[in-house]
Structure formats: structure tokens, C-alpha cells
């Protein structure tokens, strides 16, 4: 089992309008618009990346508290390792969202200056 991090799947990014923002990224940057989750949340792709442009939610300052998030193929082994090698609880992992063709899951740990890092799978729908 790999507990590795490798690839970004997501950056987060805090702003005060999601809807100025995400006209920025579209029209300024050339981003393609993903999907948005209402007023105060929307996912943008970047190549590949995924940027979720989000309004403060709970903590942190517009433009001082943006997230990496790393994709991994067993969130909660490697939410479980990474602890286990020093990183700080933040979150255990949990569904996100569910999509059509998966589930996504996330988790949250800290670093040591206490910056948010984020875990997450896409975990594919299994038919009930």
C-alpha cells in the first residue's frame, strides 16, 4: 500500500466574491468552470488541477488561507499514516460530495506552522 503523497488534485482558494472571482478565472485566465455548489463555492480545471474558489469559511482571511489538497488511492490509510509520521489531526476523512461517477472524500491534517493540507479520493459509485 502506497501512503505517499504525489499528485495536487486540488487548490483552494479563499476570496471575498466566488462570482468576481470565478469571472476572473474564466474570462481573464481561460479556465473552464467545472461545476458551482451555489453562491459561495465553485471548481474551476486548470489542466488537470482542480481550483475550488470558496468564500472564508469558518477560518482565515481572504487571500491568507489557501489549501493544497493531495490526491490519494486510500484516504484513510494515508490520513492514518501521515498522522502517524507527525502531521497534526485537522479532520478525519469523509464524504465531500457525491458526483455522478464517484464519491468524493476528504480529509484534513495540518503542517507544523499549522497550515491546512488537505487529503482527497475519488472513490468510484458502486451501484446499489
Known sequence: MNTSLSTIGQIAITVSDVGQAL????????????FSAGPELAFLDADGVRIMLSTPQGAGAVGCNSILYFKVSDIEAVYAAVVARGAS???????????????????FIRDPDGNLVGLMEEKTNVAP
Open 23 to 34: 469571472a476572473f478565472y474564466q474570462d481573464t485566465l481561460g479556465l473552464d468552470l467545472l
Open 89 to 107: 489531526k485537522e479532520r478525519v476523512p469523509q464524504l465531500a460530495a457525491r458526483m455522478p461517477d464517484h464519491d468524493l472524500w476528504t480529509g
